[in-house]
């Protein structure tokens, strides 16, 4: 919030300047020595962002980006880059409307808009730089991706003066008002929403409640020996009332039967209401559509379960933490060995170092001081 209040005050000083012509002569500076120093391959880098600035191709940008967001599972954050855009146009067109700025008229080779300030391209590529930085900020893409979004909005502005098309002050105000769109839009669609309840665990199968010493080949129901992971038919049994439990498992050689089997010989078959193997769903963990098929067979009526209505326990981080996470579940994280969260990824929801922790772990995701009823299985 604090940068939104400053991106507004900002843009408060280059109005207050514009409306008095306080800033007019550094502006004229500006564009003079921008002129003087024009070189052909400048140019040629500016028109192409002034083509690629253009509300149409911009769109189908931000269209995409949206696009591949909703495959992935990550339906909030399309839809905060689809609103964060269309607002940025709208206030825009309204703003220019309002001050009724004419350009500088020095433009020669890409043609002026009607009114100048501020800068549509500006505003509107510096929207989407903050959207995208903000979008990818809790992933390990965060600082390539806040170096390059930075590199396109600010080359876009300095575009937008080299060209002639806009005074600096436009630039200027397009920044500004361009990360307080994103930022405020943020805000606005994003704030933590009451925790869900918990109607369904997803447990891991290998090094979760069975033990996978890596040694054995073939099925695990043919193994010679196998065993539960210490802790894990206790915890199983206490949160059989409260929940559904699936298991959730990248299974090689394992369809559900064969999983329920291995689970049997550890007693562990009676206390889990069914399987979801990849090897049955045509994907793996950590993949969307892993997630999407495990909330598939989770829900009820043929609609998929709702992510947050769901935690996924498990003892590897890229299957069972980021990949549940970036599909919406929560994720509790089976840490035995207390091995710290990767740098620059998001934290888990919950983290254990032994399945007797589980039970009292979700109730306090549930926000009950003890295990809470939850809904009869089917």
């Not at 979760?208 to 206790?234: H, R, S, Y």
């Not at 007693?267 to 045509?282: A, F, I, K, M, T």
């Not at 909330?295 to 043929?302: M, V």
Request: charged share 15%; glycine share 10%.
């Amino acid at each position: 919030m604090l940068a939104v209040l400053l991106g507004l005050l900002a843009f408060v000083v280059l109005t207050a300047l514009v409306a008095t012509h306080a800033g007019g002569g550094l502006d004229g500076r500006t564009l003079s020595w921008m002129e003087a120093h024009q070189r052909r391959p400048f140019t040629a880098a500016a028109v192409l962002l002034h083509y690629l600035g253009l509300w149409p191709l911009l769109a189908a940008v931000v269209a995409a980006l949206a696009g591949l967001l909703w495959r992935r599972g990550r339906r909030a954050q399309a839809r905060y880059l689809g609103l964060a855009a269309a607002l940025s146009l709208a206030l825009n067109l309204l703003l220019k409307a309002v001050f009724s700025r004419q350009p500088p008229g020095a433009g020669t080779v890409v043609h002026a808009s009607e009114y100048a300030f501020p800068s549509g391209h500006t505003m509107a590529a510096t929207t989407l730089a903050t959207a995208v930085t903000l979008i990818a900020w809790r992933t390990r893409w965060r600082w390539p991706v806040l170096l390059l979004a930075a590199a396109f909005a600010l080359a876009m502005g300095l575009s937008r003066a080299y060209l002639g098309v806009h005074w600096p002050s436009d630039v200027a105000a397009g920044w500004a008002m361009g990360a307080v769109v994103a930022l405020a839009v943020r805000a606005a669609v994003q704030r933590p929403a009451p925790a869900a309840p918990i109607e369904v665990v997803f447990l891991d199968w290998g090094g979760t409640l069975m033990v996978d010493d890596g040694k054995q080949a073939g099925p695990m129901k043919d193994w010679p020996a196998v065993a539960a992971v210490e802790g894990a038919q206790e915890a199983l049994r206490r949160l059989r009332p409260h929940y559904r439990l699936l298991v959730a498992t990248n299974a090689d050689d394992s369809h559900a039967p064969e999983v329920r089997a291995a689970l049997a010989r550890a007693c562990l078959d009676e206390l889990v209401d069914g399987v979801v193997s990849s090897l049955d769903v045509g994907a793996r963990k950590p993949t969307a559509g892993y997630y999407r098929a495990a909330l598939r067979r989770a829900g009820r009526g043929g609609a998929p379960l709702d992510p947050r209505r769901a935690v996924m326990v498990g003892d590897s981080w890229a299957n069972d933490v980021a990949g549940a996470m970036a599909a919406g579940l929560r994720a509790v994280w089976l840490n035995a060995s207390l091995a710290p969260v990767p740098p620059g990824a998001p934290a888990p929801d919950a983290v254990i170092s032994r399945m007797a922790e589980l039970p009292d772990t979700l109730a306090r995701l549930g926000g009950q001081p003890g295990l809470r009823p939850g809904p009869r299985r089917s």
